[in-house]
C-alpha cells in the first residue's frame, strides 16, 4: 500500500434532478439554461402555503426503472440513489470480484433521508393502525438506506458510511470517499447525495422558517436584488471515484480529477451563515491549498448559491476573502437557478456538473438573474453558457448547522 496521498479520478457519473433523469440530460439541460421549477407539486398539495412553487423529478416511475417489488421496499430518495448509482457504474466499467470487493467502499450523503416514508407510515399507522404498517419502513426511513442499499446491490464490503450535514452532505459524502480513496482506505468507492425532501411538513417547516421563495416565475434567482428564498428539489447524484493507478491498470476513461477537499464547521448559528463568510472563506481555502494549488489557478465557482438573502451576499464575501482580487477574474455561478436547492444531494449533483464542466469546458450560467445585488458584485455568467479554458474548478456546499464543504476538482492530465 502507497503510505503518501495517492491521485484520485472520477470515473462514472450518475444523476437524477429536476432537469433530467441521466448525468448527461441534466448536464445539457442546464447548459441550455433550462428550469426545473414547477408552481405545484404533482406529490403534495402546497397551495395553502406560502409557497411559489418547487423543482421535482418529473414524471418519476421508480417502479419500471428498478422493478416494482424492489421499488416498493425503497423510499423515493433511495430510488433516486440506485438509478443514479447503476448509470455511473456502468459508465465505469468497474467490475466487482472477490479480489476487488473489501477495496471497494460507498460514502453517502442526505439530510434527512426517507423522509417520505416516515411521513406516510406515521400517516398510516394513525388511520389504518400498526398492522398495516410496512415491515421494510425502518430500512425506508434510515439515512444510511441508501449506501447500505447500493453496498448490497455490488457487494461491496469495504466501508458504508453516510454523512449527514444538511445541505453540504452530498459533498462531504463525496469529500469522505475521495480522502480514504486518497489514504489508501479503499481503492475505489461510490460517493453521492440524495434527497426526496418534498411533503407538506417539510415544505411547511422551510415556509414557517422563512427560506423559501413565494415567487411563482422567475425563481430560484441567486444574487438578484430581488431573491426571495431557495426553492426545494429533489434528486442524486453519484460517482464512481478510485485511485489513478487503479483506473489505469484497469483501462478505465478517466473523466475529472478530484484534488482538494474543505471541510469547516461556522459554530456560529443552527441556520444563518456566519455573517462574516469566515467558515466558508477558510474551507475554500483549504481545498485550494490541498490541492496544491493557488487562487490564482481557479478558472471557475460552482456557488452554493441557494437565492436567500443571506447566502448569496455572504457566499461572495467569502470568495472575495478567499480569492482577494483574483475573485474577479473567476467565473462564479449557481445551478439551483435551474435545478432548485435538492438538499443533502445539492453538492452531489453539482459534483457532477463540475465535472462535466471540465470535460466539455463549458461552464453553466445562472438563470434569472436581472439585477445584481449591490453586495453580488462578481461575474455570476448571467449571458447563457460559457465556453471558457477550465483546469481548476470548485464546488461549494453550506449546510444548516454551519457545515461548509468545498470540493475541488481538476481537468485529467497525465
Same mark, same amino acid.
Given at each position: 500500500?502507497?503510505?503518501?496521498?495517492?491521485?484520485?479520478?472520477?470515473?462514472?457519473?450518475?444523476?437524477?434532478?429536476?432537469?433530467?433523469?441521466?448525468?448527461?440530460?441534466?448536464?445539457?439541460?442546464?447548459?441550455?439554461?433550462?428550469?426545473?421549477?414547477?408552481?405545484?407539486?404533482?406529490?403534495?398539495?402546497?397551495?395553502?402555503?406560502?409557497?411559489?412553487?418547487?423543482?421535482?423529478?418529473?414524471?418519476?416511475?421508480?417502479?419500471?426503472?428498478?422493478?416494482?417489488?424492489?421499488?416498493?421496499?425503497?423510499?423515493?430518495?433511495?430510488?433516486?440513489?440506485?438509478?443514479?448509482?447503476?448509470?455511473?457504474?456502468?459508465?465505469?466499467?468497474?467490475?466487482?470480484?472477490?479480489?476487488?470487493?473489501?477495496?471497494?467502499?460507498?460514502?453517502?450523503?442526505?439530510?434527512?433521508?426517507?423522509?417520505?416514508?416516515?411521513?406516510?407510515?406515521?400517516?398510516?399507522?394513525?388511520?389504518?393502525?400498526?398492522?398495516?404498517?410496512?415491515?421494510?419502513?425502518?430500512?425506508?426511513?434510515?439515512?444510511?438506506?441508501?449506501?447500505?442499499?447500493?453496498?448490497?446491490?455490488?457487494?461491496?464490503?469495504?466501508?458504508?458510511?453516510?454523512?449527514?450535514?444538511?445541505?453540504?452532505?452530498?459533498?462531504?459524502?463525496?469529500? !469522505? /470517499?475521495?480522502? =480514504?480513496?486518497?489514504?489508501?482506505?479503499?481503492?475505489? $468507492?461510490?460517493? #453521492?447525495? &440524495?434527497? @426526496?425532501? %418534498?411533503?407538506?411538513?417539510?415544505?411547511?417547516?422551510?415556509?414557517?422558517?422563512?427560506?423559501?421563495?413565494?415567487?411563482?416565475?422567475?425563481?430560484?434567482?441567486?444574487?438578484?436584488?430581488?431573491?426571495?428564498?431557495?426553492?426545494?428539489?429533489?434528486?442524486?447524484?453519484?460517482?464512481?471515484?478510485?485511485?489513478?493507478?487503479?483506473?489505469?491498470?484497469?483501462?478505465?476513461?478517466?473523466?475529472?480529477?478530484?484534488?482538494?477537499?474543505?471541510?469547516?464547521?461556522?459554530?456560529?448559528?443552527?441556520?444563518?451563515?456566519?455573517? !462574516? /463568510?469566515?467558515? =466558508?472563506?477558510?474551507?475554500?481555502?483549504?481545498?485550494? $491549498?490541498?490541492? #496544491?494549488? &493557488?487562487? @490564482?489557478? %481557479?478558472?471557475?465557482?460552482?456557488?452554493?448559491?441557494?437565492?436567500?438573502?443571506?447566502?448569496?451576499?455572504?457566499?461572495?464575501?467569502?470568495?472575495?476573502?478567499?480569492?482577494?482580487?483574483?475573485?474577479?477574474?473567476?467565473?462564479?455561478?449557481?445551478?439551483?437557478?435551474?435545478?432548485?436547492?435538492?438538499?443533502?444531494?445539492?453538492?452531489?449533483?453539482?459534483?457532477?456538473?463540475?465535472?462535466?464542466?471540465?470535460?466539455?469546458?463549458?461552464?453553466?450560467?445562472?438563470?434569472?438573474?436581472?439585477?445584481?445585488?449591490?453586495?453580488?458584485?462578481?461575474?455570476?455568467?448571467?449571458?447563457?453558457?460559457?465556453?471558457?479554458?477550465?483546469?481548476?474548478? &470548485?464546488?461549494?456546499?453550506?449546510?444548516?448547522?454551519?457545515?461548509?464543504?468545498?470540493?475541488?476538482?481538476?481537468?485529467?492530465?497525465?
Amino acid at each position: 500500500m502507497n503510505n503518501g496521498p495517492r491521485r484520485v479520478v472520477i470515473t462514472g457519473l450518475g444523476a437524477v434532478t429536476p432537469v433530467g433523469v441521466t448525468a448527461d440530460e441534466s448536464w445539457e439541460s442546464v447548459v441550455a439554461g433550462k428550469s426545473g421549477f414547477a408552481n405545484n407539486s404533482y406529490q403534495v398539495d402546497i397551495s395553502d402555503m406560502p409557497i411559489g412553487g418547487v423543482c421535482e423529478v418529473k414524471e418519476w416511475d421508480g417502479a419500471a426503472l428498478i422493478g416494482r417489488k424492489e421499488a416498493r421496499r425503497m423510499d423515493r430518495c433511495q430510488q433516486f440513489s440506485f438509478v443514479a448509482a447503476a448509470e455511473a457504474v456502468a459508465q465505469s466499467g468497474l467490475v466487482v470480484t472477490d479480489d476487488n470487493r473489501h477495496r471497494i467502499g460507498v460514502y453517502f450523503g442526505t439530510g434527512v433521508g426517507g423522509v417520505q416514508t416516515l411521513i406516510g407510515t406515521e400517516h398510516m399507522l394513525q388511520s389504518s393502525g400498526h398492522r398495516r404498517v410496512s415491515p421494510f419502513a425502518i430500512t425506508m426511513i434510515m439515512p444510511n438506506g441508501s449506501a447500505g442499499l447500493l453496498a448490497i446491490e455490488y457487494g461491496l464490503r469495504g466501508p458504508a458510511m453516510t454523512t449527514t450535514t444538511a445541505c453540504a452532505a452530498g459533498s462531504d459524502g463525496i469529500g !469522505n /470517499g475521495f480522502l =480514504a480513496v486518497r489514504m489508501g482506505l479503499v481503492d475505489a $468507492a461510490i460517493v #453521492g447525495g &440524495t434527497e @426526496a425532501p %418534498v411533503t407538506r411538513v417539510t415544505m411547511a417547516s422551510f415556509a414557517k422558517a422563512g427560506a423559501l421563495s413565494k415567487r411563482t416565475e422567475g425563481t430560484p434567482s441567486p444574487f438578484d436584488k430581488d431573491r426571495d428564498g431557495f426553492v426545494a428539489a429533489e434528486g442524486a447524484g453519484v460517482l464512481v471515484i478510485e485511485t489513478l493507478e487503479h483506473a489505469q491498470a484497469r483501462g478505465a476513461n478517466i473523466l475529472a480529477e478530484i484534488v482538494g477537499f474543505g471541510q469547516t464547521c461556522d459554530a456560529y448559528h443552527i441556520t444563518a451563515p456566519d455573517e !462574516n /463568510g469566515s467558515g =466558508a472563506t477558510l474551507a475554500i481555502q483549504n481545498a485550494i $491549498a490541498m490541492a #496544491g494549488k &493557488t487562487v @490564482a489557478d %481557479v478558472d471557475y465557482m460552482n456557488a452554493h448559491g441557494t437565492g436567500t438573502r443571506l447566502n448569496d451576499s455572504i457566499e461572495t464575501k467569502a470568495i472575495k476573502q478567499a480569492l482577494g482580487e483574483h475573485a474577479y477574474n473567476v467565473a462564479v455561478s449557481s445551478t439551483k437557478s435551474m435545478t432548485g436547492h435538492g438538499m443533502g444531494a445539492t453538492g452531489a449533483i453539482e459534483t457532477v456538473f463540475c465535472t462535466k464542466a471540465l470535460q466539455d469546458q463549458i461552464i453553466p450560467p445562472t438563470v434569472s438573474m436581472v439585477e445584481a445585488d449591490p453586495d453580488c458584485d462578481l461575474d455570476y455568467v448571467t449571458e447563457g453558457a460559457r465556453k471558457a479554458e477550465l483546469n481548476l474548478v &470548485t464546488n461549494h456546499a453550506f449546510g444548516f448547522g454551519g457545515h461548509n464543504a468545498v470540493l475541488a476538482l481538476a481537468k485529467f492530465t497525465e
